[in-house]
């Protein structure tokens, strides 16, 4: 069975810092890989993906994560973080064998001015 | 397109009460799910469809009831509502297929029960 850890429940930045949001995962075949964001309030929205090809992947809002097979790893990044990235993100593993994703239990990023 | 609908955006029961909480799409997706999201526990899958008239159990399926009987629509029910039940439910849906795995999310229903 497929699964996925965010290791770290909180993370603390200062604006214009930069950021790294860790994600490992579970499954013996070549993975989907997701990072969603959740602001306040608000549903669930794609911020970047991963299905093959080149292993850096860039999404929207400036993000970007990069797939490593070897560390079972797809960590989230972005060079410059603004108070508007304050949120919840989600990270979230597929499989060809199953219909639906496995997502983690989440960070919550806080942005301090 | 709407995209993702849900209704109603916000709910106080009563421990024993019963109600369903809709969800509805408009981008014909053949995939629909259920989660519940509880501080520190992330997404929790409920129960989810592959198509009309097919569905199946999640991660925790007690207390919860489904039916696919259109495309669009995805209701989910809570037959004897219990405190433990209060959460922020959020539906979603995708295409099948694996090359379009991407799942668009409703706005959420916020359950309380008392």
């Known amino acids: 069975a497929q699964s996925v850890t965010q290791p770290d429940i909180h993370i603390t930045v200062s604006e214009g810092a930069s950021l790294e949001l860790r994600c490992n995962y579970s499954?013996?075949?070549?993975?989907?890989l997701f990072w969603y964001v959740q602001s306040p309030g608000q549903g669930l929205q794609l911020l970047l993906k991963?299905?093959?090809?080149?292993?850096l992947v860039q999404g929207i809002k400036g993000f970007e994560a990069e797939f490593k097979r070897s560390q079972s790893s797809f960590n989230l990044r972005k060079p410059s973080v603004h108070w508007s990235d304050a949120a919840e993100y989600f990270c979230?593993?597929?499989?060809?064998?199953?219909?639906?994703?496995?997502f983690g239990r989440g960070t919550s990023l806080i942005v301090h001015p | 397109n709407a995209g993702v609908t849900q209704t109603p955006k916000f709910q106080v029961l009563k421990t024993g009460q019963s109600m369903t909480l809709q969800c509805a799409q408009d981008?014909?997706?053949?995939?629909m799910s259920w989660y519940r999201q509880d501080p520190g526990m992330g997404l929790r899958l409920i129960h989810y469809?592959?198509?009309?008239?097919?569905?199946d159990q999640g991660e925790v399926p007690n207390g919860y009831n489904v039916s696919r009987s259109t495309t669009e629509d995805f209701p989910l029910r809570l037959l004897s509502a219990a405190p433990s039940q209060t959460s922020v439910y959020f539906c979603?849906?995708?295409?099948?297929?694996?090359?379009?795995?991407?799942?668009?999310f409703g706005p959420g229903t916020r359950l309380t029960v008392t």
């Open positions: 499954y013996g075949a070549t993975p989907y």
């Open positions: 469809s592959v198509g009309a008239g097919i569905t």
């Open positions: 979230a593993v597929g499989s060809g064998g199953s219909y639906i994703p496995t």
């Open positions: 981008m014909n997706h053949e995939y």
């Open positions: 979603a849906s995708r295409i099948a297929g694996v090359s379009s795995y991407e799942q668009y």
């Open positions: 991963y299905f093959s090809g080149d292993t």
